[in-house]
């Protein structure tokens, strides 16, 4: 309603602008030759408006008649580029849902209608990739790598076609390529930082980590965990050669890495050399009840080098007060005794897991049974049944155990891969007893202590 009270009154001013025009006085002398014209001042306004407008209007069809072929060019330039984006976007989307043929030919239908976009290139690149034709590929990134705007994608095509040929080398070369482009690329720092943690280059890695970023809380605590695990890797690197640098990094790790076993037996034993029992001691007890590893058990009883097994036993004794609250606080003890020949406190700490034991208990229970009572028939029931008992915990990375931490694992180089936790599958093979062989414990294996007083006394 308000609109058409608007139009009426905007037309009733036109139209008495129009009628204003008109009536004013006075008149207009127009010659043209012998031909005399004399209008009315209204109309003569009227007739110079309508001249301009007849003026633009020839113009305006005169120039559209000379730019026609330009302007057909422009709209088929338009309409090839409407074309081969529509392609192009088909050709992501077939590379994504496995059409890796569908996706070159289309790329190459992109490229044809978008010669200078670089991203049909690149799609007939990382097709050509997934359909195994490498040579082409590499082809295709080599010559995109001249390209600012294309060469991180190219140096990413050309790291993964590497790695597909197991070419390691160039691989890295790539890696290292684009992180001089772009130091904070996620996928070049991962590459070569693992390529440094497998050459066991710690101290590189060390550094890297340090500059690589971390924005949100999970990252950060991986980057901190990261950093605990290269400074143990460096610690144990040193240890023998410089104690006192070991030590800085241990207790670096330990700071990062709160109670890390492989950490803290580093500076353990560090502090054993120095004559340092005492913080030793402290910083052994308090790793061993925030996990009950039985590294940190048995080094705590090693704290006084060349002590007796009963010494170590009794010092065992005031760090296990209860051997029933964990099944590896039991084993700890059991072991002791054994070495001490207090057999009854040894089976007296295995008792409340004799029900269900696993393997070390059932080797134990061997040992048992041969020292104290010299029962070889027991002995052996223990040791068939170490066989199928379920297994201990012990450092596990991609398949492979080892009775000691390391920093990477052996199968695929990556860093902090070993867990203390039970593995999968396991199958220790198990010495059986022979009638010749009489004495206590001369035919069952033996299990060996998990860490050592000192490595440099060794």
């Keep these: 309603m308000i609109r058409l009270i608007v139009y009426l009154a905007l037309s009733l001013l036109v139209a008495l602008g129009a009628a204003w025009l ?42 559209r008649l000379i730019g026609a072929p330009a302007a057909l060019a422009r709209s088929n330039a338009r309409r090839k580029e409407r074309a081969g984006v529509e392609a192009l976007s088909d050709g992501m989307i077939a590379l994504q849902a496995g059409e890796f043929a569908r996706a070159r030919m289309l790329a190459r239908d992109a490229r044809a209608k978008l010669p200078e976009n670089p991203a049909a290139q690149l799609l007939e690149a990382r097709a050509e990739l997934a359909l195994g034709d490498l040579s082409s590929a590499r082809e295709h990134y080599r010559a995109l790598i001249s390209n600012e705007r294309t060469a991180l994608a190219a140096l990413s095509g050309l790291y993964e076609q590497a790695r597909t040929q197991d070419r390691s080398n160039a691989a890295i070369t790539f890696a290292r390529k684009a992180l001089a482009i772009s130091p904070s690329l996620d996928w070049a720092s991962e590459a070569v930082f693992n390529d440094l943690a497998t050459k066991g280059a710690w101290a590189d890695a060390l550094e890297m980590s340090a500059a690589l970023p971390a924005r949100t809380r999970s990252q950060k605590a991986a980057k901190k965990r990261r950093q605990g695990v290269l400074e143990t890797a460096l610690a144990m690197a040193v240890e023998e050669t410089e104690p006192d640098a070991a030590y800085e990094h241990a207790n670096r790790a330990l700071k990062s890495i709160p109670d890390f ?198």
């Design 22 to 63: 008109i009536a004013l006085p006075g008149t207009v002398e127009i010659a043209f030759g012998s031909w005399r014209m004399s209008p009315g001042l209204g109309l003569a306004l009227f007739i110079a408006i309508g001249v301009i407008v007849a003026a633009i209007v020839l113009w305006a069809i005169v120039r």
């Design 261 to 458: 076993v492989p950490a803290a037996l580093v500076a353990a034993r560090i502090l054993i050399n120095r004559g340092d029992t005492r913080r030793a001691s402290a910083l052994l007890r308090r790793v061993w009840r925030a996990g009950f590893h039985p590294d940190a058990a048995t080094l705590y009883a090693h704290v006084k080098p060349g002590t007796s097994a009963v010494e170590r036993l009794k010092r065992i004794r005031t760090l296990i007060e209860a051997p029933d609250s964990h099944p590896m606080a039991a084993i700890v003890l059991a072991r002791a005794a054994i070495d001490a020949y207090e057999w009854s406190l040894a089976r007296n700490a295995l008792a409340p897991f004799v029900s269900n034991p696993t393997r070390q208990m059932c080797l134990l229970m061997a040992e048992i049974e041969e020292g104290q009572s010299g029962d070889q028939g027991k002995a052996r029931q223990w040791l068939s049944r170490a066989v199928t008992a379920p297994a201990d915990p012990i450092w596990t990375a991609d398949g492979v155990t080892s009775d000691d931490w390391a920093p990477a694992s052996p199968v695929t180089g990556r860093l902090d891969a070993f867990e203390w936790k039970v593995p999968v599958q396991t199958r220790a093979p198990v010495k059986t007893l022979s009638s010749t062989e009489s004495e206590p414990g001369a035919a069952l294996p033996a299990i060996e202590d998990a860490a050592t007083p000192t490595k440099t006394q060794q």
